[in-house]
Protein backbone atom coordinates (compact mmCIF):
# COMPACT_ATOMS: atom_id res chain seq x y z
CA UNK A 1 0.00 0.00 0.00
CA UNK A 2 1.00 3.56 -0.88
CA UNK A 3 2.02 5.98 2.14
CA UNK A 4 2.26 9.02 0.77
CA UNK A 5 0.93 9.98 -2.55
CA UNK A 6 -0.05 12.99 -4.68
CA UNK A 7 -3.81 12.17 -6.35
CA UNK A 8 -5.14 14.34 -8.95
CA UNK A 9 -8.78 14.21 -9.31
CA UNK A 10 -10.60 14.74 -12.12
CA UNK A 11 -14.94 14.94 -12.54
CA UNK A 12 -16.59 15.80 -15.20
CA UNK A 13 -20.20 13.61 -14.97
CA UNK A 14 -22.36 16.66 -15.97
CA UNK A 15 -21.90 20.27 -15.97
CA UNK A 16 -18.78 21.03 -14.12
CA UNK A 17 -15.08 20.64 -15.47
CA UNK A 18 -12.90 19.82 -11.77
CA UNK A 19 -9.64 19.23 -11.32
CA UNK A 20 -7.79 19.28 -8.25
CA UNK A 21 -4.61 17.92 -6.42
CA UNK A 22 -4.80 15.90 -3.03
CA UNK A 23 -2.12 15.03 -0.79
CA UNK A 24 -2.12 11.97 1.26
CA UNK A 25 0.74 11.50 4.21
CA UNK A 26 0.22 8.20 6.20
CA UNK A 27 -1.55 8.23 9.21
CA UNK A 28 -2.87 11.76 7.90
CA UNK A 29 -6.10 12.41 6.11
CA UNK A 30 -5.52 13.78 2.61
CA UNK A 31 -5.58 17.49 1.73
CA UNK A 32 -6.28 19.75 -1.03
CA UNK A 33 -3.18 21.75 -2.65
CA UNK A 34 -4.86 23.01 -5.37
CA UNK A 35 -8.34 22.91 -7.11
CA UNK A 36 -10.03 24.49 -10.55
CA UNK A 37 -13.36 24.30 -11.73
CA UNK A 38 -15.00 25.12 -14.87
CA UNK A 39 -18.45 25.56 -15.04
CA UNK A 40 -20.59 25.02 -17.89
CA UNK A 41 -23.70 26.97 -16.56
CA UNK A 42 -23.43 29.96 -18.88
CA UNK A 43 -23.52 27.47 -22.23
CA UNK A 44 -26.98 25.27 -21.31
CA UNK A 45 -28.69 28.39 -19.60
CA UNK A 46 -29.90 29.31 -23.57
CA UNK A 47 -31.04 25.81 -23.70
CA UNK A 48 -32.62 25.84 -20.08
CA UNK A 49 -30.93 22.83 -18.95
CA UNK A 50 -27.69 20.09 -19.99
CA UNK A 51 -27.46 19.67 -23.30
CA UNK A 52 -25.32 16.42 -22.92
CA UNK A 53 -22.97 16.53 -26.50
CA UNK A 54 -22.35 20.43 -25.29
CA UNK A 55 -21.25 18.97 -22.48
CA UNK A 56 -18.95 16.53 -23.19
CA UNK A 57 -17.50 19.17 -25.76
CA UNK A 58 -16.97 21.56 -23.39
CA UNK A 59 -14.94 19.33 -21.09
CA UNK A 60 -12.60 18.18 -23.87
CA UNK A 61 -11.82 21.82 -24.29
CA UNK A 62 -11.40 22.87 -20.22
CA UNK A 63 -10.08 19.82 -18.51
CA UNK A 64 -6.25 19.91 -20.01
CA UNK A 65 -6.00 23.66 -19.19
CA UNK A 66 -7.51 23.11 -15.56
CA UNK A 67 -5.04 20.29 -14.91
CA UNK A 68 -2.06 22.72 -16.22
CA UNK A 69 -3.35 25.34 -13.53
CA UNK A 70 -4.21 22.97 -11.13
CA UNK A 71 -0.64 21.64 -11.21
CA UNK A 72 0.76 25.39 -11.37
CA UNK A 73 -1.07 26.96 -8.22
CA UNK A 74 0.07 23.55 -6.11
CA UNK A 75 4.19 24.34 -7.58
CA UNK A 76 3.74 20.30 -9.02
CA UNK A 77 4.56 18.86 -12.49
CA UNK A 78 2.80 15.86 -13.99
CA UNK A 79 6.02 14.00 -13.00
CA UNK A 80 4.61 14.46 -9.09
CA UNK A 81 1.58 12.58 -9.36
CA UNK A 82 1.48 9.43 -8.19
CA UNK A 83 -2.38 8.35 -8.97
CA UNK A 84 -4.57 9.73 -11.86
CA UNK A 85 -8.34 9.90 -10.06
CA UNK A 86 -11.51 10.19 -12.66
CA UNK A 87 -15.87 9.85 -12.32
CA UNK A 88 -16.64 6.55 -13.30
CA UNK A 89 -19.99 7.21 -12.70
CA UNK A 90 -23.24 8.04 -12.90
CA UNK A 91 -23.70 10.30 -14.88
CA UNK A 92 -23.56 11.67 -18.55
CA UNK A 93 -21.83 8.62 -20.78
CA UNK A 94 -19.97 11.11 -23.13
CA UNK A 95 -19.23 13.68 -20.17
CA UNK A 96 -17.82 10.49 -18.23
CA UNK A 97 -15.78 9.56 -21.33
CA UNK A 98 -13.96 12.71 -21.17
CA UNK A 99 -12.60 12.52 -17.67
CA UNK A 100 -11.85 8.84 -17.88
CA UNK A 101 -10.45 9.25 -21.31
CA UNK A 102 -8.16 12.45 -20.14
CA UNK A 103 -7.26 10.37 -16.88
CA UNK A 104 -6.52 7.58 -18.40
CA UNK A 105 -4.15 8.65 -20.97
CA UNK A 106 -2.01 10.56 -18.42
CA UNK A 107 -1.74 7.80 -16.62
CA UNK A 108 -0.47 5.46 -19.51
CA UNK A 109 1.69 8.49 -20.44
CA UNK A 110 3.18 8.78 -17.10
CA UNK A 111 3.29 5.49 -16.03
CA UNK A 112 1.49 5.93 -13.40
CA UNK A 113 -2.11 4.11 -12.06
CA UNK A 114 -5.93 5.35 -12.24
CA UNK A 115 -8.25 5.01 -10.44
CA UNK A 116 -12.08 5.28 -10.89
CA UNK A 117 -14.14 7.06 -8.67
CA UNK A 118 -17.84 6.85 -7.84
CA UNK A 119 -19.37 10.64 -8.05
CA UNK A 120 -21.66 10.18 -5.28
CA UNK A 121 -18.82 9.07 -3.09
CA UNK A 122 -16.98 11.83 -4.22
CA UNK A 123 -20.11 14.26 -2.58
CA UNK A 124 -20.44 11.60 0.53
CA UNK A 125 -16.75 12.57 1.40
CA UNK A 126 -16.49 15.82 0.46
CA UNK A 127 -17.63 17.41 4.05
CA UNK A 128 -13.36 15.59 4.82
CA UNK A 129 -12.22 18.13 2.75
CA UNK A 130 -13.55 20.80 5.26
CA UNK A 131 -12.74 22.72 8.29
CA UNK A 132 -14.62 20.52 10.55
CA UNK A 133 -14.64 17.16 8.95
CA UNK A 134 -16.78 14.73 10.61
CA UNK A 135 -15.68 11.04 12.31
CA UNK A 136 -17.59 7.76 11.35
CA UNK A 137 -20.11 6.31 12.00
CA UNK A 138 -22.92 8.62 10.57
CA UNK A 139 -25.87 9.74 8.66
CA UNK A 140 -25.64 11.19 5.18
CA UNK A 141 -28.07 13.15 3.58
CA UNK A 142 -26.83 12.93 -0.08
CA UNK A 143 -29.05 15.63 -1.99
CA UNK A 144 -27.68 16.74 -5.62
CA UNK A 145 -29.71 17.40 -8.58
CA UNK A 146 -30.10 13.47 -9.81
CA UNK A 147 -30.01 11.79 -6.24
CA UNK A 148 -31.73 12.31 -3.11
CA UNK A 149 -30.97 9.31 -0.31
CA UNK A 150 -29.88 9.14 3.14
CA UNK A 151 -26.82 6.12 3.55
CA UNK A 152 -25.86 4.99 7.24
CA UNK A 153 -21.57 5.36 6.58
CA UNK A 154 -19.65 3.48 8.46
CA UNK A 155 -16.54 3.74 6.96
CA UNK A 156 -15.06 4.81 3.66
CA UNK A 157 -16.65 2.04 1.10
CA UNK A 158 -19.06 0.77 3.91
CA UNK A 159 -22.53 2.37 3.04
CA UNK A 160 -25.85 1.21 3.71
CA UNK A 161 -29.01 2.41 1.99
CA UNK A 162 -31.37 3.94 4.34
CA UNK A 163 -34.03 5.23 1.93
CA UNK A 164 -33.99 8.00 -1.30
CA UNK A 165 -36.44 9.45 -3.75
CA UNK A 166 -39.18 7.20 -5.64
CA UNK A 167 -39.17 9.95 -7.95
CA UNK A 168 -37.63 13.20 -8.20
CA UNK A 169 -34.68 14.23 -6.58
CA UNK A 170 -34.19 17.77 -4.20
CA UNK A 171 -32.34 19.36 -6.51
CA UNK A 172 -34.65 18.30 -9.49
CA UNK A 173 -37.68 19.73 -7.34
CA UNK A 174 -35.40 22.62 -7.14
CA UNK A 175 -34.96 23.44 -10.47
CA UNK A 176 -38.52 21.95 -12.22
CA UNK A 177 -40.43 24.49 -9.69
CA UNK A 178 -37.94 27.27 -10.59
CA UNK A 179 -38.23 26.36 -14.56
CA UNK A 180 -42.19 26.79 -13.97
CA UNK A 181 -41.81 29.77 -12.53
CA UNK A 182 -39.45 31.18 -14.81
CA UNK A 183 -36.54 31.15 -13.35
CA UNK A 184 -34.02 29.50 -15.33
CA UNK A 185 -31.46 26.97 -15.01
CA UNK A 186 -29.76 25.60 -12.60
CA UNK A 187 -32.88 26.47 -10.65
CA UNK A 188 -31.59 25.59 -6.74
CA UNK A 189 -29.70 28.62 -6.03
CA UNK A 190 -32.20 31.04 -8.40
CA UNK A 191 -35.63 29.75 -6.34
CA UNK A 192 -33.30 29.60 -2.95
CA UNK A 193 -32.55 34.03 -3.34
CA UNK A 194 -35.87 34.94 -4.54
CA UNK A 195 -37.57 32.86 -1.45
CA UNK A 196 -35.50 34.99 0.80
CA UNK A 197 -38.31 38.19 -0.07
CA UNK A 198 -40.96 35.72 0.21
CA UNK A 199 -43.44 34.27 2.86
CA UNK A 200 -42.97 30.71 3.79
CA UNK A 201 -46.20 29.83 4.83
CA UNK A 202 -48.12 31.94 1.88
CA UNK A 203 -49.13 28.17 0.08
CA UNK A 204 -49.65 25.38 1.48
CA UNK A 205 -47.48 23.00 -0.22
CA UNK A 206 -47.66 19.16 0.27
CA UNK A 207 -45.01 17.50 2.18
CA UNK A 208 -44.62 14.08 0.38
CA UNK A 209 -44.60 11.21 2.46
CA UNK A 210 -43.86 12.98 5.35
CA UNK A 211 -45.25 10.53 7.74
CA UNK A 212 -44.65 7.55 5.26
CA UNK A 213 -42.52 5.33 8.43
CA UNK A 214 -39.94 4.58 6.20
CA UNK A 215 -36.79 7.21 4.67
CA UNK A 216 -37.98 7.34 1.45
CA UNK A 217 -39.10 10.73 -0.23
CA UNK A 218 -40.83 12.42 -2.82
CA UNK A 219 -40.83 15.01 -4.50
CA UNK A 220 -43.12 14.84 -8.11
CA UNK A 221 -46.17 15.54 -6.62
CA UNK A 222 -44.83 18.74 -5.09
CA UNK A 223 -43.81 20.08 -8.59
CA UNK A 224 -47.50 19.16 -9.53
CA UNK A 225 -48.85 20.95 -6.86
CA UNK A 226 -46.40 24.43 -7.54
CA UNK A 227 -47.62 23.87 -11.18
CA UNK A 228 -51.06 23.89 -10.44
CA UNK A 229 -50.60 27.07 -7.55
CA UNK A 230 -49.08 28.76 -10.55
CA UNK A 231 -51.60 28.31 -12.88
CA UNK A 232 -54.68 29.11 -10.45
CA UNK A 233 -52.64 32.75 -9.83
CA UNK A 234 -52.43 33.08 -14.14
CA UNK A 235 -51.19 36.79 -14.28
CA UNK A 236 -50.99 37.18 -10.33
CA UNK A 237 -48.00 35.00 -10.48
CA UNK A 238 -45.51 37.82 -10.86
CA UNK A 239 -46.14 39.63 -7.91
CA UNK A 240 -46.91 36.04 -5.63
CA UNK A 241 -43.58 34.63 -6.91
CA UNK A 242 -41.27 35.07 -4.47
CA UNK A 243 -44.41 33.74 -2.00
CA UNK A 244 -44.63 30.55 -4.10
CA UNK A 245 -40.31 30.03 -3.81
CA UNK A 246 -40.48 30.34 0.06
CA UNK A 247 -43.28 28.20 0.35
CA UNK A 248 -41.29 25.47 -2.08
CA UNK A 249 -38.23 26.05 -0.49
CA UNK A 250 -39.99 25.49 2.89
CA UNK A 251 -41.40 22.05 1.78
CA UNK A 252 -38.35 20.36 0.69
CA UNK A 253 -36.62 21.72 3.33
CA UNK A 254 -39.04 20.04 5.80
CA UNK A 255 -39.10 17.24 4.32
CA UNK A 256 -35.35 16.61 3.68
CA UNK A 257 -35.07 17.59 7.88
CA UNK A 258 -37.40 14.95 8.96
CA UNK A 259 -36.57 12.03 6.67
CA UNK A 260 -32.72 12.78 8.17
CA UNK A 261 -33.88 12.70 12.14
CA UNK A 262 -36.29 9.85 11.20
CA UNK A 263 -33.27 8.17 9.81
CA UNK A 264 -30.59 9.55 12.97
CA UNK A 265 -33.36 7.70 15.25
CA UNK A 266 -33.64 4.47 13.97
CA UNK A 267 -30.20 4.17 13.45
CA UNK A 268 -29.37 5.86 16.86
CA UNK A 269 -26.42 7.36 15.56
CA UNK A 270 -25.54 11.07 16.77
CA UNK A 271 -24.14 12.62 13.47
CA UNK A 272 -25.52 13.83 10.08
CA UNK A 273 -23.29 14.71 6.71
CA UNK A 274 -25.23 16.67 4.32
CA UNK A 275 -23.66 16.33 0.67
CA UNK A 276 -24.63 17.06 -2.86
CA UNK A 277 -25.72 20.61 -4.46
CA UNK A 278 -28.46 21.02 -2.22
CA UNK A 279 -26.54 20.95 0.46
CA UNK A 280 -25.94 24.56 -0.14
CA UNK A 281 -29.27 26.02 0.25
CA UNK A 282 -28.96 28.42 3.46
CA UNK A 283 -32.42 27.29 4.65
CA UNK A 284 -31.82 23.79 4.48
CA UNK A 285 -28.63 24.36 6.88
CA UNK A 286 -30.77 26.92 9.12
CA UNK A 287 -33.51 24.11 9.65
CA UNK A 288 -31.16 21.31 10.29
CA UNK A 289 -29.08 23.15 12.46
CA UNK A 290 -31.71 24.02 14.71
CA UNK A 291 -33.41 20.39 14.56
CA UNK A 292 -30.08 18.64 15.02
CA UNK A 293 -29.13 21.47 18.18
CA UNK A 294 -32.11 19.95 20.05
CA UNK A 295 -31.33 16.75 19.77
CA UNK A 296 -27.60 16.43 20.75
CA UNK A 297 -26.52 15.65 16.14
CA UNK A 298 -23.45 17.32 14.83
CA UNK A 299 -24.19 18.20 11.45
CA UNK A 300 -21.14 18.24 8.81
CA UNK A 301 -21.08 20.40 5.44
CA UNK A 302 -18.51 20.56 3.02
CA UNK A 303 -17.71 24.48 2.76
CA UNK A 304 -20.24 25.94 0.05
CA UNK A 305 -17.78 25.73 -2.98
CA UNK A 306 -17.68 21.99 -2.65
CA UNK A 307 -21.25 21.23 -2.24
CA UNK A 308 -21.66 21.18 -5.78
CA UNK A 309 -19.93 18.99 -8.19
CA UNK A 310 -15.51 19.84 -8.16
CA UNK A 311 -12.26 17.64 -8.52
CA UNK A 312 -11.38 18.19 -4.89
CA UNK A 313 -13.99 15.50 -3.68
CA UNK A 314 -13.05 13.30 -6.35
CA UNK A 315 -9.53 13.32 -5.55
CA UNK A 316 -10.36 12.79 -2.15
CA UNK A 317 -12.64 10.06 -1.94
CA UNK A 318 -10.18 8.35 -4.37
CA UNK A 319 -7.26 9.48 -2.11
CA UNK A 320 -9.42 7.86 0.88
CA UNK A 321 -10.34 4.50 -0.62
CA UNK A 322 -6.71 3.90 -1.12
CA UNK A 323 -5.43 4.90 2.26
CA UNK A 324 -8.22 2.47 3.47
CA UNK A 325 -7.30 -0.22 1.47
CA UNK A 326 -10.65 -1.04 -0.27
CA UNK A 327 -9.50 -0.18 -3.97
CA UNK A 328 -6.47 -0.37 -5.68
CA UNK A 329 -5.19 2.21 -7.97
CA UNK A 330 -4.57 0.31 -11.61
CA UNK A 331 -2.43 -0.03 -14.48
CA UNK A 332 -5.06 -1.55 -16.46
CA UNK A 333 -5.95 1.35 -18.50
CA UNK A 334 -9.17 -0.64 -20.01
CA UNK A 335 -11.16 2.58 -18.67
CA UNK A 336 -15.38 1.56 -18.58
CA UNK A 337 -17.68 4.42 -17.30
CA UNK A 338 -20.84 3.72 -15.65
CA UNK A 339 -23.56 6.12 -16.45
CA UNK A 340 -26.07 4.16 -14.09
CA UNK A 341 -23.93 3.23 -10.83
CA UNK A 342 -26.30 2.88 -7.35
CA UNK A 343 -24.04 4.18 -4.75
CA UNK A 344 -25.04 0.84 -2.38
CA UNK A 345 -22.88 -1.37 -4.79
CA UNK A 346 -19.67 -0.15 -3.61
CA UNK A 347 -20.22 -1.93 -0.81
CA UNK A 348 -22.34 -5.01 -0.03
CA UNK A 349 -24.78 -4.36 2.93
CA UNK A 350 -27.95 -4.56 1.71
CA UNK A 351 -31.03 -1.86 2.75
CA UNK A 352 -31.39 -1.56 6.03
CA UNK A 353 -34.39 0.42 7.65
O1 LIG B 1 -24.34 17.93 -6.68
P1 LIG B 1 -24.67 18.77 -7.83
O2 LIG B 1 -23.73 19.87 -8.24
O3 LIG B 1 -24.86 17.94 -9.13
C1 LIG B 1 -25.35 16.64 -9.16
O4 LIG B 1 -24.55 15.71 -8.87
O5 LIG B 1 -26.56 16.52 -9.46
O6 LIG B 1 -26.11 19.38 -7.53
C2 LIG B 1 -26.74 20.27 -8.38
C3 LIG B 1 -28.12 20.56 -7.81
C4 LIG B 1 -29.01 21.34 -8.76
O7 LIG B 1 -30.28 20.72 -8.77
C5 LIG B 1 -29.07 22.72 -8.13
O8 LIG B 1 -30.25 23.41 -8.42
C6 LIG B 1 -28.96 22.38 -6.66
O9 LIG B 1 -28.01 21.34 -6.61
N1 LIG B 1 -28.50 23.53 -5.86
C7 LIG B 1 -29.27 24.15 -4.92
C8 LIG B 1 -28.49 25.21 -4.40
N2 LIG B 1 -27.27 25.19 -5.02
C9 LIG B 1 -27.30 24.16 -5.90
N3 LIG B 1 -30.53 23.90 -4.52
C10 LIG B 1 -31.03 24.69 -3.56
N4 LIG B 1 -30.36 25.73 -3.02
C11 LIG B 1 -29.10 26.03 -3.40
N5 LIG B 1 -28.45 27.06 -2.84
ZN1 LIG C 1 -22.89 15.91 -8.08
Partial sequence: MVHNFLMLGIESSCDETGVALVKAQAGHRPVLCAQALHSQIEMHQAYGGVVPELASRDHIRRVLPLTRRVLANAGASLADLDVVAFTRGPGLAGALLVGAGVACALGAALGKPVMGVHHLEGHLLSPFLSADPPEFPFVALLVSGGHTQLMRVDAVGRYALLGETIDDAAG???DKTAKLMGLGYPGGPALARLAEQGD????????????SGNHDFSFAGLKTAVLTQAKK???GLAERKADLAASTQAAIVEVLVKKSLGALQATGLTRLVVAGGVGANRQLR????????????????????????????????????????????????????????????????????
Fill in 233 to 235: LGE
Fill in 200 to 211: AAAFALPRPLLH
Fill in 172 to 174: EAF
Fill in 286 to 353: LALDNACRQRGVRVHYPEFDLCTDNGAMIAMAAAMRLQAGVQAATTAYAFDVKPRWPLADLAAPARVG
